[in-house]
């Protein structure tokens, strides 16, 4: 089941198995505006001869860019609007590079109750291949009554 942009999913709505996805180009200006927004200047982002010379051997995007995809899903998809990060864990798998297409995924896992929280399953892919593993904990607003 998917869930629907924009709209708060709260933890009454949510089941096991629940999962939202969405597709993203990495562009330069992708990677130039998160420099500028985080302060990473890292040259492996930014300057081609230097990331020449790494294993790499081309520009590649910051890592963390790939998990604001998964924050977006959090925040505009599933839970949606209201949802608040509780904790995430994050294994980086592969390099991003520009004009690659990050296919982003979360799925639920587990629910907990007794503290409104949901724990998701979170992948980023590029070509079918895993960038980016993880797992995420959130906090879900309940109904209003």
């Given at each position: ?5 924009g ?18 180009i990495?562009?330069?200006?992708d ?11 890292n040259?492996?982002?930014?300057d081609?001869d ?6 790499f ?5 910051h890592g ?8 977006a899903l ?14 995430q864990?994050?294994?980086?798998k ?10 982003s ?5 587990e ?5 409104k929280?949901?724990r998701?399953?979170?992948?980023c892919?590029v070509?079918?291949?895993p ?10 607003p309940?109904r209003p009554?």
């Open positions: 089941m998917l869930a629907t942009a709209r708060t999913k709260y933890f009454e709505d949510l089941e096991v198995g629940q999962e939202a996805s969405m597709s993203r990495v562009t330069e200006a990677i130039v505006a998160y420099a500028a927004l985080s302060g990473d200047y040259p492996v982002h930014l081609a230097y990331a020449s010379g790494t294993i051997k081309e520009r590649i995007a963390i860019l790939s998990a604001g995809y998964i924050s959090f925040g505009m998809k599933l839970p949606g609007p209201g949802a608040i990060y509780v904790s864990s994050l294994f980086f592969g390099p991003v590079k520009i004009d690659d297409r990050v296919e995924l979360v799925r639920i896992i629910l907990i109750p007794d503290k929280r949901a998701f399953d979170c992948v892919t070509a079918g291949k960038v980016l593993t993880g797992e995420a904990v959130l906090m879900v309940s009554r």
